[in-house]
């Protein structure tokens, strides 16, 4: 009887053990997932609104170099457009997709009322919606957007000049 006694309390232990791991391991990854969201969520409102200084903060040392790349195409007509702009940029984040190396992933994101930078030499134009993705890496513990040249729409909607 003892034996039976002594096989149940195991076995309960044993599921509360498991019950815990798994919860701690979810707890993990929710709190990934959030710090990729808060990444993305800085990174996207800054570089869509043209702070592309502040979006540096958000990005890898190496993608410095297209951030610095954007603002020196900045003309003073996409500056005059910025400026009256009544609403600014908006973005929702749709899904973020972690890779199973978990020092990885891609944000799929919706950006409203952006303006939308041109070829070299011409001012830019505001697109109403258009969907992006941004691929992240973890380094030192922190989550950065790593980009290969700049963030361009996978399907553009509904420009407006």
């Known amino acids: 009887m003892n034996f039976r006694l002594i096989k149940s309390l195991a076995s309960g232990w044993l599921m509360m053990v498991t019950i815990i791991a798994l919860s701690s391991c979810r707890h993990v990854a929710f709190g990934a997932e959030s710090d990729i969201e808060a990444t993305v969520d800085s990174f996207a409102c800054d570089y869509f609104n043209w702070h592309f200084e502040e979006a540096a903060r958000h990005c890898t040392p190496e993608s410095e170099r297209w951030l610095r790349y954007a603002a020196s195409n900045v003309h003073q007509a996409d500056i005059d457009l910025l400026t009256h702009q009544e609403e600014s940029a908006q973005h929702e984040i749709l899904e973020i997709n972690m890779d199973e190396n978990d020092t990885t992933a891609t944000a799929h994101l919706t950006v409203r009322n952006y303006l939308h930078m041109d070829t070299i030499g011409t ?7 258009a969907d ?7 380094r030192n513990g922190r989550w950065l957007v790593r980009m290969g040249g700049l963030p361009r729409s996978g399907k553009r909607n509904r420009d407006r000049s």
């Open 123 to 129: 001012k830019g134009h505001f697109v109403n919606q």
């Open 132 to 138: 992006f993705v941004l691929n992240l890496v973890r």
